[in-house]
């Protein structure tokens, strides 16, 4: 939240203060996060120059800070106080800085200001946005929903088909021992017939007056 706000105050600081010094004077806001490199372009088309300022002003701040001062010899005057980590490219007065190992502190407009005796040209603006990285997105209450119902359906599916398993088991194996059952059903069966068949032969009068008379 808090890098939503610094990049929409250096767009109100740009557009209210900056444009309104020179109409023609245009601007670049670029993003970056934490940790990352940014290059920032200090040039002018007139190459007669004594030397450049490069200056910055941060959202909140009222006055503006100087970072440098280029001479047109080389010679480069850093002001400590800016606290910036930042590498030279280039030939004056056409050359780019770059800022190492950004940090949310170095959210800010950039501009470069030449100057030749008492005149002033200014480079175009650039409006440095340093951000943190995205934190994790908290999932809704609708997405917790729906991941427990879909977590309930599953746990429901496993079981219900293991039931059906359970069930195709118990029924095959019925049928499985249910013939040798009934064969031997029918063995005793024919056993206690065969025996109840002696039993009356013996018993009858007939069968024993025949063997007498024989």
């Given at each position: 939240?808090?890098?939503v706000?610094?990049?929409?105050?250096?767009l109100?600081?740009?557009?209210?203060?900056?444009?309104?010094?020179?109409?023609?004077?245009?601007?670049?806001?670029v993003?970056r996060?934490?940790?990352?490199?940014?290059?920032?372009?200090?040039?002018?088309e007139?190459?007669?120059?004594?030397?450049?300022?490069?200056y910055r002003?941060?959202?909140?701040?009222i006055?503006?800070?100087?970072i440098f001062?280029?001479?047109?010899d080389?010679?480069?005057?850093s002001n400590?106080?800016?606290?910036v980590?930042i590498?030279?490219s280039?030939?004056?007065?056409?050359?780019?800085?770059?800022?190492?190992?950004l940090?949310?502190?170095?959210?800010a407009?950039?501009w470069?200001e030449?100057?030749?005796e008492?005149?002033?040209t200014?480079?175009?603006?650039?409006?440095?946005?340093?951000?943190?990285?995205?934190?994790?997105?908290?999932p809704k209450?609708?997405?917790?929903?729906?991941?427990?119902?879909?977590?309930?359906?599953t746990?429901?599916?496993?079981?219900?088909?293991?039931?059906?398993i359970?069930v195709?088991?118990?029924?095959?194996n019925?049928?499985?021992?249910?013939?040798?059952?009934?064969?031997?059903?029918?063995?005793?069966e024919e056993?206690?017939?065969?025996?109840?068949?002696s039993?009356?032969?013996l018993?009858n009068?007939?069968?024993?007056?025949s063997r007498?008379?024989r």
């Amino acid at each position: 939240m808090s890098s939503v706000v610094s990049y929409s105050l250096l767009l109100v600081i740009y557009f209210s203060r900056y444009s309104l010094q020179d109409p023609h004077l245009k601007g670049t806001m670029v993003k970056r996060y934490l940790g990352e490199n940014v290059t920032i372009p200090c040039a002018t088309e007139d190459n007669n120059q004594h030397g450049v300022y490069m200056y910055r002003h941060k959202p909140g701040e009222i006055k503006q800070q100087r970072i440098f001062y280029f001479y047109h010899d080389g010679t480069l005057t850093s002001n400590e106080d800016a606290n910036v980590n930042i590498t030279i490219s280039g030939e004056f007065p056409s050359f780019t800085i770059t800022f190492l190992n950004l940090t949310v502190t170095d959210s800010a407009l950039y501009w470069c200001e030449f100057n030749y005796e008492e005149k002033i040209t200014f480079s175009k603006i650039t409006g440095l946005s340093v951000m943190d990285p995205c934190p994790p997105e908290v999932p809704k209450e609708e997405d917790n929903f729906l991941l427990y119902v879909m977590i309930g359906c599953t746990v429901f599916s496993v079981i219900f088909l293991l039931c059906i398993i359970c069930v195709i088991v118990k029924v095959k194996n019925s049928r499985i021992y249910e013939p040798a059952k009934s064969s031997e059903s029918s063995v005793y069966e024919e056993m206690n017939r065969t025996k109840l068949d002696s039993m009356s032969t013996l018993i009858n009068p007939a069968y024993q007056s025949s063997r007498q008379v024989r």
